[in-house]
């Protein structure tokens, strides 16, 4: 690699000896009464990072989805020669790690990379390029396998009643929705979770790609818990609230469509 | 060009036959469907009777011989056929959504949909499911839902495999009436069952296949009294060893 940013060295506390002040029982509670003040007064930091967070990663599923869900659909009722095998590699894919999504993507982005011309590394729009490469596979994987299933049980009678491809593809739509959305959710809780693919081709700069996760290693290793803390408890927060949103939405399909 | 109401029927099958995985599953299948006279198909299982419905029905390409309709159906067009499963597949929408979803299909137009669903539902006794969720009907109440939205697109050939299996005899009698209703309204019969006893309350004759091919097909009577193979005797013997 030629190109190296040298503003990635100061950014990132890579080699650097920071050695966090040992935890005690009363500095631990002491955080986290500050970190619950934190977020009880909305501390405009705070804020700022939860913000570009979600602006990030929902922006990378919705890219994700437009693409990842009519790939998936298709894989599942398409028949050509080599699906099977990309069947298994998108299933392999969904194990991806996020640091090495992060480096692809951070050398396609590089300036001596394929995309450099478009001066995107360590921007927000790099950060969402990331992301929505590492939840591709899985929106697509879990959108095929609901799809195949739902295909194999409902082909036969579409063709009987004579819906063409087009019918047949809304009214499979149409019936996975609930299932197609808590796959979304799932994909939305693994990327705003994630921290290895931000970190590389974002840069966490202050103010700028700094997010939840990326803040929170910062934070950490420079000892600042009390902000470390409170971007936590606001991303368990997230996550939970998807994961209830997931369950509740199954729970309502059970409910109401058998 | 035919146009969609031109008369399906006869249907006739030249040696045809179906290999799937190096095995035979049917072979030299020589058979002329008319109209009028309810076909009943029997035989024992494996037999290949629902591959050659499947076949008939257009769900399966035979993989020799041929298949030929009077005026067949062509791409686009709404089918002139219908079929029943043995289990019903049905969308996860309301039991009117179900049946509104397959007159879209067929091509009717919007403002005749809902009034010609009510009027299928209420002849089956589902007038009241209207707005149910169609996956959490009973069994027999699912199957008679998938009667009333084969009936109600009118086919002139309608296919059913076994659909009474699995249902309490109260409601094999109400799908057998239902069937019964729609053969006097002229449409052409052809049903699979394992059940003998209905194979006569609704049969006119009765199709008796035997290991991949037509072993015999005669009118019912004749068929239950004097079995003119020795496979159907035999079959009819141990479904009914009390005979
Ligand atoms: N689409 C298919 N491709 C390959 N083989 C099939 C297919 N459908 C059925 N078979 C096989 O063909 C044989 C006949 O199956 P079929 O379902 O027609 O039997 P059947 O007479 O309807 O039996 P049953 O009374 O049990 O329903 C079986 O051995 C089955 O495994
Ligand atoms: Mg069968």
Redesign the pocket.
Known sequence: MRHRPRSLCKILPIGQPLRPPPATVNTLSLAFGEAWAMIARADPKLLEIVALSLRVSLSAVVVATLLALPFGAALAVARFRGRDALVVVLNALLGLPAVVVGLAVYLLLSRAGPLGALGILFTPAAMVIAQAVLIFPLIAALARQSVADAWREYAEQLHSLGAGPLASAFALLHDLRFSLVTIVLAAFGRAIAEVGAVMIVGGNIDGFTRVMTTAIALETSKGDLPLALGLGLVLLAIVLALNVGAHLMKERAQRHHG | MADASAPLLPLVLENVGFA??G?T?LAGIDLRIEPGPRTVII??????????M?IMHGL?APTSGTLRWANPERRGEPRRQAMVFQRPVLLRRSVLGNLLFALAVAGVRSHEREARARAALDRVGLGTFADRPARVLSGGEQQRLALARARMLRPQVLFLD?PTANLDPGATREIESVVQSIHDSGTKIVM?T?NLGQARRLGDEILF?DRGRIAERSDVDRFFRHPATAEADAFLKGELPWH
């Not at chain 2, 035989?43 to 050659?52: D, E, Y």
Request: charged fraction near 20%.
């Open positions: 799937a995985g095995r599953i035989g024992p299982n494996g037999a290949g009777k629902s591959v050659l499947r399966l076994e699979i394992h296949v």
